[in-house]
């Protein structure tokens, strides 16, 4: 029966050298205990340019100087969000009378209530109950109004 050969422990050639042969020491440490790390080279670690002190590239702004006898103007500004008008009503700005309000909605039909209509009549509802979709809120246009100046604040389309 053949045997495999025997195991070398020195170091072959062109293979890295081992910790112990890079640190100098030849001690063995237990599995888990503590390792002396090799010496540092401070120098590796400084920046290769020269350290100067931080000179100021641009000299501190002027700081303007006020009048505490002068006026100044103050303008306020609304802005006012995307808003999305629905079925329910929406607290906006009104641009006519520049009050902050709740609107007022106004139910009206438009082309959902005509179609629905139209679809219920064809499907043979002829004797009144095509006329079903004019009394559903749901399937009418909502205008929203302004409620101090009655002015059309935003429209919500079914179709």
Not at 106 to 116: E, H, K
């Amino acid at each position: 029966m053949a045997s495999a050969p025997p195991l070398e422990t020195t170091t072959l050639v062109g293979y890295p050298p081992s910790y112990e042969e890079t640190v100098g020491t030849s001690q063995n440490y237990p599995p888990g205990g503590p390792m002396p790390y090799p010496p540092v080279d401070t120098k590796a670690f400084l920046p290769p340019y020269s350290t100067q002190a931080n000179a100021q590239m641009y000299p501190p702004p002027q700081q303007a100087q006020f009048d505490s006898t002068s006026p100044v103007a103050v303008q306020t500004v609304y802005v006012q969000s995307a808003l999305m008008f629905g079925d329910v009503p929406v607290q906006v700005h009104c641009p006519v009378c520049a009050q902050n309000v709740v609107t007022q909605l106004r139910y009206t039909s438009g082309a959902l209530a005509w179609l629905s209509c139209a679809g219920l009549a064809i499907f043979g509802c002829i004797y009144g109950c095509c006329l079903i979709p004019f009394c559903v809120d749901s399937l009418k246009d909502v205008t929203h109004h302004c409620p101090n100046c009655n002015n059309v604040l935003g429209v919500k389309k079914r179709i």
